[in-house]
């Protein structure tokens, strides 16, 4: 393991910058999914089918494509901006889709008398959907959700095989390819960094899960 403990800092370099593509794409992929949820469920049907065809496109649609398309597709089209930020974005896109059919699990689990009694005290669908849906959705949606959350952070090495900096993945190939050294001690140690933010995602969300079941 000295491939390991000889480049301990490039390591915790490559740790870190895999940790906040992790974070940035948890927050947008929730934020994002919300909103496609609520265009899932919404009784405008054009919205109806722009959450439908956002979720068939995008679930059956291989991470590697989306990456593609985000990192070299747009910048044909006039958007520039750096790897780091296009894998980032492409990670959301992709994840919200999942996302977005956990939460509406949830939603469709809240009884419908709820939603039409907020209705009749005078409320919006917008606001019964926000007010009184979507919090009990989300207390249901929570197993789902950090489920597809754990499988993100797995997919993030994905994201490094485009060049967005030293994350662990593309740490891998730096130490292989410049250093000559072997794969499986280099990869081991990426492995284990995985294993470190998976594990801790899995105990946080658990945390969530007991606090939300309390709370029920």
Do not use: H
């Amino acid at each position: 393991m000295e491939a390991v403990t000889d480049n301990l800092d490039l390591y915790w370099s490559g740790f870190l910058r895999s940790l906040g593509i992790c974070l940035w794409a948890m927050v947008g992929s929730l934020a994002l999914g919300t909103v496609i949820a609520a265009c899932r469920v919404s009784p405008v049907p054009a919205l109806q089918g722009f959450g439908a065809a956002w979720v068939t496109l995008l679930r059956n649609c291989p991470l590697t494509v989306v990456l593609f398309f985000v990192a070299f597709g747009l910048p044909e089209l006039g958007i520039n901006a750096s790897y780091y930020v296009f894998g980032v974005g492409a990670l959301i896109l992709y994840t919200s889709a999942f996302v977005c059919e956990a939460l509406r699990a949830g939603i469709n689990s809240v009884s419908a008398g709820q939603a039409e009694a907020a209705r009749a005290i005078g409320l919006t669908f917008t606001q019964s959907l926000s007010t009184v849906v979507l919090p009990q959705a989300f207390r249901s949606s929570v197993p789902p959700v950090g489920s597809v959350i754990i499988a993100m952070f797995k997919n993030s090495a994905v994201v490094g095989a485009f060049g967005v900096g030293r994350d662990l993945y593309s740490l891998s190939e730096r130490l292989t390819s410049s250093q000559g050294l072997s794969f499986i001690p280099v990869l081991t140690g990426v492995a284990i960094g995985y294993l470190v933010i998976t594990l801790s995602a899995g105990a946080i969300l658990a945390l969530v899960e007991r606090k939300v079941a309390i709370a029920r």
